[in-house]
């Protein structure tokens, strides 16, 4: 059974520039989640789909993030303009239903000059 | 702050001793996961424990919960060089909601 799957593995932008981040979670699994890790820190939750809704967005920076699940698959995260402090590690990961293990993608590494 | 705070921040051990890691949390919860997470890669789940149950084992490791005192151990018996890594706890409160500790850094030395 293939993984949770997320590209591009790193990205290096400018602030003020924009970026995308794509997860493909794994088949079958309704529910997707998008979380933030900053070095030294734990990952901190972001933004949380069930099919295609969203269920908790409530620590979505929304005046510069967003994100979205079309047809309840695949998931984009995008951030513009981005900030320094958008440094960070970004994880997809996915669960078959709500309250079970979460299965995590590799990450994507953001460095923001 | 943190639902989820894992105590201590860092361990460093001997290859064949014994890791503890201690997990607080604040709130009621519905389960509790530990998961691992190697220097620049995604975290790996390691176990599941729902509230309702007191102790589950995996090979060398074993959980335990105590929902009077809200807390949570991990252990893993007879550490090898491999088990280097992150260890975070995370609290299911909220219709699977998980929130996350900044975790236990252990180092394994041969």
């Known amino acids: 059974e293939a993984g949770v799957a997320q590209s591009p593995r790193y990205k290096i932008i400018e602030k003020r520039q924009s970026v995308a981040f794509w997860c493909n979670p794994i088949?079958?699994?309704?529910?997707l989640y998008w979380y933030q890790q900053i070095l030294g820190q734990g990952p901190k939750l972001l933004i949380q789909?069930?099919?295609?809704?969203?269920?908790?967005d409530s620590q979505l920076p929304k005046d510069r993030f967003s994100a979205e699940r079309l047809k309840g698959v695949d998931s984009t995260l995008k951030i513009q303009p981005a900030k320094l402090e958008d440094s960070a590690v970004y994880l997809c990961?996915?669960?078959?239903?709500?309250?079970?293990?979460?299965?995590f993608g590799p990450g994507t590494r953001l460095l923001v000059l | 702050s943190q639902q989820g705070e894992e105590d201590p921040q860092a361990l460093s051990i001997q290859e064949g001793e014994n890791a503890t890691m201690n997990c607080s949390y604040k709130t009621s919860i519905n389960n509790l996961q530990w998961y691992r997470q190697n220097s620049g890669r995604g975290l790996v789940h390691l176990i599941l424990?729902?509230?309702?149950?007191r102790e589950k084992h995996s090979g060398r490791l074993r959980v335990t919960l105590d929902t009077s005192k809200k807390s949570s151990s991990l252990l893993i018996t007879a550490s090898r060089a491999a088990d280097t890594a992150s260890y975070f706890c995370a609290t299911d409160a909220n219709a699977g909601k998980s929130t996350f500790g900044d975790g236990t850094t252990l180092t394994v030395k041969p």
């Open positions: 990961a996915s669960t078959l239903g709500l309250r079970e293990t979460q299965y």
């Open positions: 424990i729902r509230s309702n149950e």
């Open positions: 088949s079958g699994h309704a529910t």
């Open positions: 789909f069930q099919n295609n809704g969203v269920v908790d």
